[in-house]
């Protein structure tokens, strides 16, 4: 799943308390940690038609293993974990819906690198990007602000104070902001969609948010993160200090009235586009429907198959594990630890029966977020699936697709690309089952939070569903139906998908990009854990009955919806497909 802002595993302050510490061993109960003396490894084994645990366990072992390298976007760990994928769908059946005919969708995504090389100078003096001013590439098509007049266009934020789109055509844009942290995201800065949107023929912006910008974002701003190619024309974007804007405009922005012209600066920002090493891919495949006059119409089944990849350092990896299972439940998805005396002590002397236990192999060092649960087992799921299906005598009467997005963790990319570019028509599909970490959800799991700040926790038949109703109310009440008929039903958790929550799990996996056309969607996860975004998400630790459970139920719910006698209703407003998603 996505993080909203962090990605990656960050060192723990004070875990060298951690590495050199080891007291004598004391008397405990040492009950919970015995997971750290499960194997890493498994020979794969032939899967077989039903979904079982031994399959899942069989698949996911491969899948989340150390060679894949964490399996982010742009490594050649990704393109292996794409590829076995691959072979398993045309082993099991599956017909090619990807690019040319093959099981591949590949994305036009490229990196934009700063051309530190070009200057941008006002009145004779060159100002010092990252310092004077933060560049925001906009694409190939960026137009320039070399030469072009400054003009200030008012506060954003305060939709009366702004000039009109048209007085802006061809300038330059200087626009101040509300105080920080009202209306805002990040302190300093605006969105560049909206912005854009609002002045469409500008020839850039120079918002002077740059002073209130907190320092830790702008490394983030220098990174060159893989993005869409796009080469449109669209105005060029800057984050500078009131001290430049107002060299700009002639006085302090405070003293101007929206409307006031200025000078230009000379030279303009410019970006240059670097292919990925590895090129990101989906992997699509369709078993067709039984009924002739049904086929045309599809229902998606869906997972990511990329994750985080490398930590900066690698650690001891029943460190990790016990500090984050003591004092950071929630993984990535709550805050750092700080470890004091007493944490560090407690912790050294469970360390110290572990390593007893285990000879030190539970002491490696480790740097690999192999995403056992995110996305392995959403990935391994789909597949088992499509498996089930595959191998069915009567196959439904609609026809299922199957997707593995890829980019997912960096910004939904694939889902993005495949819902703007589909291998079927948009229109044909129905709904879009997503599932995205289905490995865990026990009573020891902290699996989220309620809009409240209350702590949520699993049991042995947890499962959250997020979405379900948003646009359809008879989906929601069908996966409703579909579970109650079964002998042992799942027990739907629905706190994650309470508007205004403030995780935004609804739009921070790839079923919103389905979501934002319409399409209506149910999005299955048993939730958080202490190992999210952490090397220590690995296959060992995953419940294999109940991933099988919840990948069983998906596969009836995906079969009662494709032998519907009519699409699933959508009876709820539909997003605007090119809005910000807010839940």
């Known amino acids: 799943m996505s993080a909203s802002i962090v990605r990656h595993t960050r060192v723990l302050a004070g875990l060298g308390l ?134 200030y266009g008012g506060t954003w934020g305060v939709p009366g104070s702004l000039i009109d789109a048209q007085a802006a055509a061809g300038k330059l844009v200087v626009l101040s902001l ?201 990935s391994m799921g789909v597949l088992e699936i499509a498996e089930w299906f595959a191998g069915a005598p009567i196959k439904p009467k609609r026809s299922l697709l199957f997707i593995w997005h890829v980019g997912e963790e960096e910004g939904l990319f694939g889902s993005e690309y495949f819902t703007d570019h589909p291998s079927v028509p948009r229109d044909s599909i129905v709904a879009e089952l997503n599932m995205d970490m289905i490995g865990r959800g026990a009573r020891t799991d902290v699996t989220g939070e309620t809009r409240t700040g209350l702590l949520i926790r699993g049991d042995s038949n947890y499962v959250q569903l997020v979405g379900s109703r948003r646009l359809s109310t008879e989906l929601g009440n069908l996966a409703e139906l579909v579970n109650g008929s079964s002998g042992h039903p799942l027990r739907f958790d629905y706190a994650m998908d309470a508007n205004g929550h403030p995780q935004e799990i609804y739009c921070r996996s790839d079923h919103y990009e389905y979501a934002r056309y319409g399409i209506p969607i149910v999005f299955f996860t048993t939730g958080g854990h202490a190992d999210y975004h952490q090397v220590t998400d690995e296959p060992q630790y995953i419940d294999y009955d109940r991933m099988a459970r919840v990948s069983r139920f998906v596969a009836e719910l995906a079969g009662s919806i494709a032998n519907l006698d009519h699409r699933v209703v959508v009876d709820q407003p539909k997003p605007d497909p090119h809005g910000e998603c807010r839940q």
């Open 18 to 151: 951690l590495l050199l510490v080891t007291p004598p061993l004391r008397a405990q109960d040492t009950s919970p940690w015995s997971v750290l003396e499960r194997p890493r490894t498994r020979p794969a084994q032939p899967t077989s038609r039903a979904i079982t645990p031994d399959d899942l366990r069989s698949r996911l072992y491969v899948f989340a293993d150390d060679s894949m390298a964490g399996r982010e976007l742009d490594t050649r760990g990704n393109a292996m974990g794409v590829e076995y994928i691959a072979r398993e769908a045309a082993r099991i059946g599956l017909v090619p819906a990807g690019d040319h005919g093959s099981f591949f969708q590949t994305i036009p995504l490229v990196y934009r690198d700063f051309d530190s090389t070009r200057t941008i100078a006002l009145d004779g003096r060159t100002l010092i990007p990252w310092a004077d001013f933060i560049p925001r590439d906009q694409g190939e098509g960026t137009r320039s602000i070399d030469g072009v007049p400054s003009v």
């Open 178 to 378: 509300v105080p920080a942290g009202y209306g805002q995201g990040i302190p300093g800065t605006a969105a560049r969609a909206e912005v854009s949107a609002r002045f469409p023929d500008a020839a850039g912006f120079a918002v002077a948010g740059l002073d209130v910008m907190p320092v830790q974002i702008i490394p983030y701003y220098r990174d060159s993160p893989a993005e869409f190619s796009t080469t449109g024309p669209a105005p060029s974007f800057l984050y500078i200090r009131k001290s430049v804007a107002a060299a700009l405009l002639g006085a302090s922005l405070d003293s101007l009235t929206p409307g006031a012209r200025g000078r230009s600066f000379t030279g303009t920002p410019v970006f240059r586009s670097r292919p990925l090493e590895f090129p990101g891919r989906n992997v699509v495949g369709i078993i067709p429907g039984s009924d002739p006059s049904l086929r045309g119409e599809y229902v998606a089944i869906g997972a990511h198959n990329d994750h985080i990849g490398l930590s900066e350092a690698a650690y001891p990896h029943d460190s990790l594990y016990v500090v984050n299972h003591l004092y950071r439940p929630q993984g990535a998805d709550g805050p750092e630890p700080r470890l004091t005396a007493a944490r560090a002590d407690t912790v050294n002397r469970i360390l110290a029966d572990i390593r007893k236990r285990t000879d030190g192999r539970s002491a490696r060092p480790d740097s690999i977020n192999n995403g056992a649960d995110d996305d392995g087992s959403g």
